[in-house]
């Protein structure tokens, strides 16, 4: 029986007339082919994944599990489609925390119309992919039993402006996130989730010296998805945090060439996480003008009740 995803953070969304991803209780992740070339490229990019020699394993492990493709039953009732049958990345997760970064300041790739060229560029220049080379597609942030989910819409998640960014990598990783309008994180988890020997930080960097080197793909419009549990985090236990590569819709071959757009964004958001574990107390973020707190409050698209689920469930 496929079901609605329960954690999902950004991106077209399956319900009544719309189609979207669809999960499985086997721990699948079905998302439908988008009718044009879109769909062709991503299969394209799944397809030669594994048998590409010039991705090493250890940089293989930062991408979903591929199974193929399949006709499902769409999402918007439209009857059978194909799906791209992937690893389910929320599986095993009771309360995951979840950040969709899309990387690079520039969205779309160099054969794009010029329709959609404007478009993504109207997106990029409201939101902070021009001036950071990344942005946050969209979130979730455990809080606790009671309160759920702080769920920025999507909409609202990609109009932060660089401080609010700043602020919003912090809140991922804090323990004082109950008030919507809390603007001093704790950073508590900094260490745990950010930092050590495998946490994002080295994660991040592992991939990094990879794209320094690869010539083989340029990513337009891909995410890093950052995923850890924060009760693992709260019991002193490893929360599990990691990165996976996602949404390859965009996928250009890069011809020998370095994708500077992409290894940008990453050296960005490398920045960022590392300012953060270099000085997890310091909160002097000026974020105290009205215009700017807008899109972190509850009247802007936050999803305060979005519920949250105990292991027995
Ligand atoms: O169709 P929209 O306006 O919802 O845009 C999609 C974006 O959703 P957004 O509204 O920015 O949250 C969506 O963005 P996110 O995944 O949410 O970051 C994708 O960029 C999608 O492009 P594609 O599937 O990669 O071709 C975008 O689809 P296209 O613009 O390519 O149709
Ligand atoms: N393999 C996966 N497992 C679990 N969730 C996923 C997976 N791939 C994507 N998602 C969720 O779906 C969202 C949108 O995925 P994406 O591939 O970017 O779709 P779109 O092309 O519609 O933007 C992501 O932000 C994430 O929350």
Redesign the pocket.
Known sequence: MLKVPQHQV???EAGIGKLGPLVDESGRFYKPL?GDE?GANEVAFYSSLSTNSGIPEHIQRFFPTFYGTQLVEASDGSGLLPHLVLEDLALGHVNPSIM?I?IGSR?WAPEASEK?IQ??LK?DRESSSLSLGF?I??LQIYRSKELGFWKPG??AA?KLSTEEVKLVLRRFVSSNTLNDLDLRPDCAFASTVYGGSTGILSQLLELKAWFEDQTIFHLY?C?ILVIFEKELALKGKNPGAHIKLI?F??VYEGQGVIDHNFLGGLCSLIKFISDILTAPSDCRIDISAKADQKNLTADNGVVADHKSHTASE
């Open positions: 950004a991106g077209h988008q879109r969709d899309k969205t959609y478009k993504c997106k942005r597609s969209g999507k909409k990609q419009s995410s949404d819709a965009h």
